[in-house]
């Protein structure tokens, strides 16, 4: 059965579209059928992270109007063939609010994939509620600063109103030295956002470098992150995963 998550804060710059990548392809590395859809309608930064922006000539708005067959409009990943990236449209108004809810019930329908990730954009508005209402499960992204976790908070309540109440919460960009200096931690975050862990990402530079060069983070030798993002997919797969040490390389 097709397990359909919405990767969903508040804010912008928590790490939506880096931990939808991570994941995405830490799911495929584990034999998952797995599709990365790119809500952030207008800035499309999925397909760039990824580094297929260059083959994503159709996007969820053509697959939704069934221009072309969504296998056609997703580009697979070179390096994660399991894993295929449906592009954003520029806008909305030739396909409506709609078209994820008609995608992804298609993709339920013909048990096209085992997981979709939708990678939601900032903000709490119209293509939010449109991503919202198209998943079946939430992952909450919070950074542990007070300013992101009130966000997290109002993001769970939100997505609980669009009908999605299996929601887990990724607290991302940690850093241990932070904390020390009484800044929220993760129990915290736990706590603010009312949201059950399902992991934590460390802070982990790798990150930004692996998004700017269009290359998955997972190919990064020992990156923290993508060690973080295996165990989270582990997790979604039922698998049991270690949690990381804080600090620790
Ligand atoms: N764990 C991390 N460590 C370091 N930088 C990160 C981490 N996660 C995300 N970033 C960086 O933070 C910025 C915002 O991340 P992004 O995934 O684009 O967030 P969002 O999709 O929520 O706007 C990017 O520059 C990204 O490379
Ligand atoms: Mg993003």
Do not use: W
């Not at 919405?6 to 579209?17: E, I, L, P, Q």
């Amino acid at each position: 059965m097709t397990q359909t998550i919405v990767v969903a804060s508040g804010k912008g710059g928590t790490g939506k579209t880096s931990i939808t990548a991570g994941v995405g392809c830490a799911l495929a590395e584990l034999g998952r059928r797995c599709l990365l859809i790119d809500a952030d309608v207008g800035m499309q930064s999925l397909d760039m992270a990824l580094g297929v922006h260059n083959y994503a000539a159709f996007d969820f708005s053509d697959a939704a109007r069934g221009n072309i067959a969504l296998a056609d409009a997703a580009v697979p990943l070179a390096d994660f063939p399991q894993a295929s990236v449906l592009a954003a449209p520029p806008d909305l108004e030739e396909v409506g609010t709609n078209a994820l809810r008609t995608i992804t019930h298609n993709i339920r329908e013909m048990d096209l994939y085992d997981f979709v990730l939708i990678d939601a954009p900032a903000g709490l508005g119209e293509v939010f509620r449109m991503a919202a209402c198209a998943a079946d499960a939430g992952v909450i992204v919070a950074t542990a600063d007070p300013i992101c976790l009130r966000g997290a908070e109002r993001t769970a309540q939100e997505l609980m109103s669009c009908g999605v109440a299996n929601l887990r919460l990724v607290v991302n960009r940690v850093r241990p030295g932070l904390m020390d200096r009484g800044l929220p931690n993760i129990d915290d975050a736990i706590d603010s956002s009312g949201v059950q862990l399902l992991g934590y990402v460390p802070e982990d530079e790798s990150v930004i470098v692996s998004a700017a060069y269009g290359v998955p983070s997972l190919l990064t030798p020992r990156s923290r992150a993508a060690r973080a993002y295996r165990n989270i997919a582990k997790r979604l797969v039922g698998e049991q995963a270690p949690v990381l040490k804080l600090g620790r390389r």
